[in-house]
């Protein structure tokens, strides 16, 4: 993936560390280590201490809400454009749910101490966690509603475009059964939704590999969440280069 750094001579995969004043950014790349983290690693399980934070240069992270028996529904996912680690900002160092990588990722990692020592300094990263909090709360609650009230189609279109937003390419690696294990559905249910898609010629997939072939058509056949999420998490300020979370 691209660098979405403003600075040339810094590699920043991450749009909220890309938005960063140089120097702030500098002081605090005192602190990063990048990582690799494979496809399903348990970043943090609910109740958890959060004990480091993970800004992702890319793949896809989800906060997973479980159930006594073990199932799972994704309730957030974070791409690029945002951090794992938020409780820390609220002074509540434990994780409330499961979070898990979709797909292989590199990201900066930091611990929290350094991380809260930066935050206390009152910087620009300070004010732009705040606001990736409130982005972040949004899509929660904007799920809890999808969950509820939208088909398993529409669901399935929303997530679809949801990843292939924050990887920001439009052919992306996922299998059937990780979908159904996100949204909460047996893979019978996803698989006839999928063929749904497939049939009316808004999807390809195959051998683990999901492809978006008419875009358009599949944002009308997805519900109005996607548009809610894409607006409030991950859309970027085409004329400036920043997140809208800066603006």
């Excluded at 990582?35 to 480091?52: A, F, H, K, M, Q």
Aim: aromatic letters at 4%; a neutral charge; glycine letters at 6%.
């Amino acid at each position: 993936m691209s660098s979405s750094s403003k600075y040339p001579s810094i590699e920043i995969g991450n749009r909220l560390l890309a938005a960063l004043p140089r120097d702030e950014y500098e002081r605090l790349a005192l602190h990063l280590q990048v990582i690799r983290l494979p496809r399903n690693r348990i970043l943090y399980e609910t109740g958890d201490e959060v004990r480091s934070a993970y800004f992702l240069n890319d793949g896809i992270v989800s906060l997973l809400a479980i159930t006594e028996d073990g199932q799972t529904v994704d309730i957030c996912t974070i791409g690029n454009e945002g951090v794992v680690g938020l409780p820390m900002v609220l002074n509540v160092p434990i994780m409330p749910c499961r979070v898990v990588t979709q797909l292989p990722c590199e990201a900066l990692m930091i611990k929290a101490s350094q991380l809260l020592a930066e935050l206390n300094r009152g910087s620009t990263l300070h004010r732009l966690l705040l606001k990736y909090t409130y982005a972040q709360q949004s899509q929660i609650i904007q799920s809890t509603v999808c969950h509820s009230l939208h088909t398993i189609r529409q669901r399935l279109g929303r997530w679809l475009l949801v990843i292939s937003e924050s990887v920001q390419s439009d052919s992306f690696d996922v299998t059937q059964e990780h979908i159904a294990n996100m949204l909460g559905h047996q893979r019978n249910r996803i698989t006839l939704a999928a063929r749904g898609l497939l049939q009316e010629g808004l999807i390809e997939y195959g051998g683990g590999n999901m492809k978006i072939l008419d875009r358009a058509g599949l944002e009308a056949a997805a519900c109005e969440c996607y548009r809610i999420v894409k607006d409030s998490v991950l859309d970027w300020s085409s004329d400036s280069g920043r997140n809208v979370l800066t603006s």
